[in-house]
């Protein structure tokens, strides 16, 4: 297994403890927010357990598939967190759709940034393997 296969099976079990994390009281506030910050929904449970099924998958069928999933997983996480910085919505959850640009008077520069730090966090890393460490770490040889 390659260094690339071994990242995106960290992946797939980061993506499982965000999932079970969502689920423990003491991270929740009394408005039911992860961490004082997230109000995740159903939907972004599937959306963070699809993405470490996936993870996981591509690690398990090759190197190149698991570098095809840090390129274009990151490339979506990473805009996703872009555009919640920018314009306080993403679009992973609908957001951009359902409360479109929401002015800097609504959250604060502070509270926009720790809000989308994950997305911008996981997707640049997941880039960074994508796109750059991929290039540097070969896939080893099929043994016979």
């Known amino acids: 297994m390659s260094l690339i296969q071994k990242l995106a099976v960290a992946y797939a ?16 506030d009394a408005e039911g ?23 996981l998958v591509a690690a398990f069928v090759s190197h190149r598939q698991s570098v095809l999933y840090f390129k274009l997983f990151g490339a979506v996480y990473l805009f996703d967190g872009v555009l919640g910085l920018v314009t306080g919505s993403g679009y992973l959850d609908g957001g951009i759709f359902i409360n479109g640009f929401r002015s800097f008077d609504d959250i604060d520069l502070a509270t926009r940034f720790f809000a989308n730090a994950p997305h911008l966090a996981i997707g640049g890393f997941a880039v960074f393997v994508g796109f750059w460490l991929s290039r540097r770490v070969r896939a080893p040889l099929a043994s016979a």
């Not at 499982?16 to 689920?23: C, E, I, N, S, T």
């Not at 939907?43 to 470490?52: E, M």
């Open 33 to 55: 927010n992860l961490f004082s910050l997230f109000s995740l929904q159903w939907y972004d449970d599937l959306l963070h357990a699809f993405s470490g099924v996936w993870a």
């Open 13 to 28: 079990a980061l993506f499982f403890v965000v999932v079970a994390v969502g689920y423990v009281p003491a991270f929740n």
